[in-house]
């Protein structure tokens, strides 16, 4: 039975439709992060599936049952807001035991559910401060504690991480997906970051102008994004994108500015030939940073998974674990990131080694993948 | 070198020429406001023999502080030898419902229209904080018919009916402008924990809100007590609150007039409203200006 069942929700904000027919379905301790732009409509959807917006069409289903008319505190939910949203009258136990408080769970019950929670997040030296006197991150820990003592079926989190500094948002990621192993409880996580989105998701999915332009594993939406939005908003830096026309038979071959002197000829190893109805077509060619690194790096053992080529350096941007160099492929401007000891001279031409097992070829009409 | 010296000194002569005027204009405009209330001081300690004498302008012979006394507890205002004292008895049980019930109903409808947004909320907020620019006198003759319905004319009640539903507008307003400044994530929190629209005001919002019901409280007091149009108008005799008793004992002189007891019994009758702005005007001030920054 799946945790969570979003089907065909869609919502209007007066003119604006942000939400265009969602279907995302969330099996049992799975982390799913919704990630995309501001204005996306991942935290319309996140309230919709806490109740606190009403869908304009579609259903949200929860433990196997459909929940679109429950308020919010009848779905078993609990939730983590951006602004942490603690009572800021209340002691941090009182905010913690507030839920069970309205639902009327017994003192003693209560007490023994907020000293666990308590200690498994390390909040026990706090439980009788307020708010005001927490720092951001120890604020970010009653807000989760909140939502932790509750036990539900579906935890919600909204950006929980936005407004800590960076140092604190990269241990608190970690804490939480560690938490989430431990309990292994389902959960939803809104987010503008896709490193968050990575590094805490089971699946991504990743959302545009009110529509899930993909849903799948880390991994899938970072080496086969679905389309040219996915490609350009994963990843730091982004994927490469250039127009590239496919020409060859049976050993098909990207050409990056054809026809120009300096033109790029990069073997693609597919199996069979192009896509069928690609040859001899304009597409855009598709390639992560990572792949394309100095000449010399090995990415496999087997032939052909790599060619080497030279390009003029523009410029390079040492980052301390790599050097970011941004080089011209075929007229085309390109990043690449090279081993940090690799200073290849800025105006100079210098030799790169391309995983050419990595490239993505989209549809320039439709900007979906290809191959 | 003297030149110099001449030029360098002369802008900051001027600006202390130019504040000692400011000064002098603000220590003239201050006196000319405050002369009112000490002629009354004054003649709240002069005997009538005293005053008589000379004027009503002038300083004490003597303290004759039984003034105070004789205007608050034997004074005769209308046929009725008791002072004041009835009549403040009466303002409190006035003032005190009144105001502890039109806050509260503000502090509510000021929850409901910030955050809990519903179709024609804006209007309802519109309706409501008209009242605050409607004059009294036009609202004089509906309340007569109200109150004769209700069988509350020339009584405390009628009057407590009349301050609490003319003072929704303004409590309302106040709490209002308060409450939009929370932050609506709380809200949500709120209702996924399970809490309810009177839980959420109970439990939430009416223990952030101290600033702003200090602010309403004061202002709802000093306006209710300092109010005479309705006191006048719908009471009469022992049923009267103290600003309309005040009127009855200056008309009601027939001998020699009494201007050292009616002074202190005016003094006696502002008390309550100066302890109010001594004790909490730091509040007030807070109160207001609450939100503004953020």
């Known amino acids: 039975m799946s945790a969570l069942v979003i089907r065909g929700v869609r919502k209007r ?13 969330a099996g049992s301790g799975e982390f799913i992060v919704l990630v995309g732009p501001s204005g996306c409509g991942k935290s319309t959807l996140l309230n919709i599936v806490a109740g606190l917006e009403q869908p304009d069409a579609g259903e949200v289903e929860i433990a196997g049952r459909v929940v679109t008319q429950v308020p919010p505190k009848d779905r078993d939910i609990a939730m983590v807001f951006q602004s942490y949203a603690l009572y800021p009258t209340m002691t941090v136990r009182q905010n913690i035991t507030f839920g069970m408080e309205c639902r009327g769970v017994p003192k003693r019950q209560q007490a023994e559910a907020v000293a666990r929670t308590a200690r498994l997040l ?77 590094t805490m998701a089971t699946r991504i999915a990743v959302m545009h102008q009110g529509a899930v332009q993909q849903f799948a594993d880390p991994d899938t939406v970072y080496n086969r994004p679905a389309n040219l939005f996915v490609a350009r908003f994963m990843g730091a830096p982004p994927m490469n994108t250039v127009a590239a026309r496919l020409v060859g038979g049976e050993r098909p071959v990207a050409v990056i500015g054809a026809g120009r002197p300096d033109e790029i000829r990069l073997p693609l190893p597919l199996q069979g030939g192009p896509p069928p109805g690609w040859r001899d077509r304009e597409v855009v060619l598709g390639i992560r940073p990572e792949a394309i690194a100095e000449a010399g790096r090995r990415f496999g053992e087997e032939a052909g998974s790599f060619s080497t080529l030279e390009a003029p350096v523009e410029m390079t941007e040492p980052t301390g674990a790599e050097t970011i160099v941004m080089m011209r492929l075929g007229g085309e401007p390109v990043l690449g990131r090279v081993a940090p000891d690799v200073r290849p001279a800025v105006g100079g031409a210098a030799r790169f080694a391309v995983d050419t097992r990595r490239i993505c070829l989209f549809d320039p009409a439709t900007e979906q993948l290809i191959a | 070198m003297a030149e110099a010296n001449a030029a360098a000194l002369a802008p900051g002569v001027r600006s202390r020429l130019g504040r000692a005027v400011v000064y002098a204009l603000l220590a003239g405009f201050a006196a000319f406001y405050l002369a009112p209330l000490v002629v009354v001081a004054l003649n709240s300690v002069r005997t009538a023999q005293d005053i008589g004498a000379t004027s009503v302008i002038g300083w004490p012979r003597a303290l004759a502080l039984d003034n105070f006394s004789r205007a608050w507890g034997s004074y005769c205002i209308a046929q009725s030898c008791a002072g004041i004292a009835p009549y403040m008895w009466n303002s409190f049980l006035l003032v005190v419902p009144a105001t502890i019930i039109s806050t509260l109903l503000g502090a509510l409808n000021g929850y409901s229209i910030a955050l809990w947004r519903f179709r024609g909320d804006n209007w309802v907020f519109g309706l409501v904080t008209l009242g605050v620019f409607l004059p009294e006198q036009m609202k004089l003759i509906p309340w007569v018919l109200v109150l004769r319905e209700l069988g ?33 994530e709380l809200l949500k929190a709120a209702r996924i924990d399970g809490a309810g629209y009177f839980r959420i005001f109970w439990r939430i919002v009416l223990p952030l809100s101290p600033p702003i019901l200090i602010v309403t409280v004061i202002w709802q007091f000093t306006h209710i007590w300092n109010e005479f149009l309705y006191g006048v108008t719908f009471t009469s005799g022992t049923q009267q609150p103290v600003t309309a008793a005040l009127i009855a004992l200056s008309v009601s002189v027939s001998e020699a007039p009494q201007y050292g007891v009616q002074s202190a019994a005016v003094l006696l009758a502002a008390l309550p409203t100066l302890l109010v702005y001594l004790f909490g005007g730091k509040y007030f001030l807070r109160g207001l200006t609450a939100g503004a920054v953020k």
Not at chain 1, 13 to 25: H, N, R, S, Y
Request: charged share 20%; net charge neutral.
């Open chain 2, 152 to 184: 509350l004319t020339n009584s405390i009640g009628g009057l407590v009916l009349i301050h609490v539903v003319q003072g929704i507008s303004f409590t309302t307003l106040f709490c209002r402008n308060y409450y939009v400044a929370i932050p609506p």
């Open chain 1, 122 to 198: 390390q909040i026990e030296a706090l439980l009788e401060r307020r708010p005001s006197q927490l720092s951001g991150g120890q604020r970010q820990r009653v807000a989760m504690g909140r939502a932790l003592v509750r036990d539900p079926l579906l935890f919600l989190f909204d950006e929980p991480l936005s407004n800590l500094d960076a140092k604190l948002r990269v241990e608190m990621r970690m804490e939480i997906k560690q938490l989430h192993r431990r309990i292994g409880a389902t959960m939803v996580y809104v987010t503008h970051d896709q490193i968050e989105a990575m």
């Open chain 1, 13 to 25: 904000f007066g003119a604006q439709e942000v939400l265009k027919g969602i279907d995302i379905e």
